[in-house]
C-alpha cells in the first residue's frame, strides 16, 4: 500500500499525545534552546498541542506581532510549566500556518515572527509573502544579505504583544 502523504489539516489535528508535561533532560531536542532561556535539567516543560498554537496565533490583532518565545511564555502559563519545547512549538507555528491556507481558517499566521524579527521562509508564500502582508499592516520590513536574502521587521520589539 503506498504513502498517503497527511495534508496539513491532518498534521494540525493529529496531535492526540499533547498536551506532555516533562521533566527538561539534556536529551532533549529543545535543550539547548531553554539553557539559553536560563532552564536547569529538572526543570517543567510542556510540549502543547499545535491548536493550542494556533489559538494564540488567533489572538495577535492587525498591527502587531508575536515570536515563539511569546507563544511559549503563554503556553508555559497554561499549563503551569516553567518552559515550553521551543522546537515543537515552532514546528507547530508552521504546520498552523500552512493549514491556515489549506483550509481557507481564519488565522494571522503571518502576524508570527522569529525571536530576532526576521520572517519565516517556511510559511505560505515563503517570507516574501508574510513581507507584503506585514507592510500592508503598517510594519516596515528590512532586507539583510545579499546572496541569501532574509527578511527582519524593523524595530519589531514595539510591536510584539506581551505575554
Same mark, same amino acid.
Given at each position: 500500500m503506498p504513502y498517503k502523504k497527511k495534508t496539513w489539516q491532518e498534521k494540525l489535528l493529529g496531535n492526540k499525545n499533547f498536551p506532555k508535561t516533562l521533566e527538561l533532560e539534556a536529551r532533549f531536542p529543545c535543550y539547548r534552546a &531553554?539553557? $539559553?532561556?536560563? $532552564?536547569e535539567p529538572g526543570d517543567s516543560v510542556v510540549l502543547a498541542p499545535a491548536l493550542e498554537v494556533e $489559538?494564540?496565533?488567533r489572538q495577535v490583532p492587525e498591527g502587531r506581532l *508575536? =515570536? &515563539? =518565545?511569546? *507563544?511559549c511564555e503563554q503556553l508555559a502559563d497554561k499549563h503551569h510549566t516553567q518552559y515550553c519545547c521551543t522546537l515543537t512549538t515552532a514546528i507547530? *507555528? =508552521?504546520i498552523v500556518a500552512n493549514a491556515a491556507e489549506e483550509m481557507h481558517r481564519d488565522v494571522p499566521y503571518w502576524r508570527t515572527i522569529k525571536n530576532d524579527g526576521? &520572517?519565516? $521562509?517556511?510559511?505560505?508564500g515563503g517570507a516574501e509573502t508574510q513581507k507584503t502582508r506585514l507592510e500592508n499592516e503598517g510594519h516596515a520590513?528590512? =532586507?539583510r544579505g545579499r546572496k541569501h536574502i532574509?527578511?527582519?521587521v524593523q524595530d519589531f520589539e514595539k510591536s510584539v504583544i506581551n505575554a
Amino acid at each position: 500500500m503506498p504513502y498517503k502523504k497527511k495534508t496539513w489539516q491532518e498534521k494540525l489535528l493529529g496531535n492526540k499525545n499533547f498536551p506532555k508535561t516533562l521533566e527538561l533532560e539534556a536529551r532533549f531536542p529543545c535543550y539547548r534552546a &531553554l539553557k $539559553a532561556m536560563g $532552564a536547569e535539567p529538572g526543570d517543567s516543560v510542556v510540549l502543547a498541542p499545535a491548536l493550542e498554537v494556533e $489559538a494564540v496565533m488567533r489572538q495577535v490583532p492587525e498591527g502587531r506581532l *508575536i =515570536t &515563539l =518565545t511569546k *507563544i511559549c511564555e503563554q503556553l508555559a502559563d497554561k499549563h503551569h510549566t516553567q518552559y515550553c519545547c521551543t522546537l515543537t512549538t515552532a514546528i507547530f *507555528i =508552521t504546520i498552523v500556518a500552512n493549514a491556515a491556507e489549506e483550509m481557507h481558517r481564519d488565522v494571522p499566521y503571518w502576524r508570527t515572527i522569529k525571536n530576532d524579527g526576521q &520572517l519565516n $521562509a517556511k510559511f505560505p508564500g515563503g517570507a516574501e509573502t508574510q513581507k507584503t502582508r506585514l507592510e500592508n499592516e503598517g510594519h516596515a520590513v528590512i =532586507t539583510r544579505g545579499r546572496k541569501h536574502i532574509k527578511y527582519y521587521v524593523q524595530d519589531f520589539e514595539k510591536s510584539v504583544i506581551n505575554a
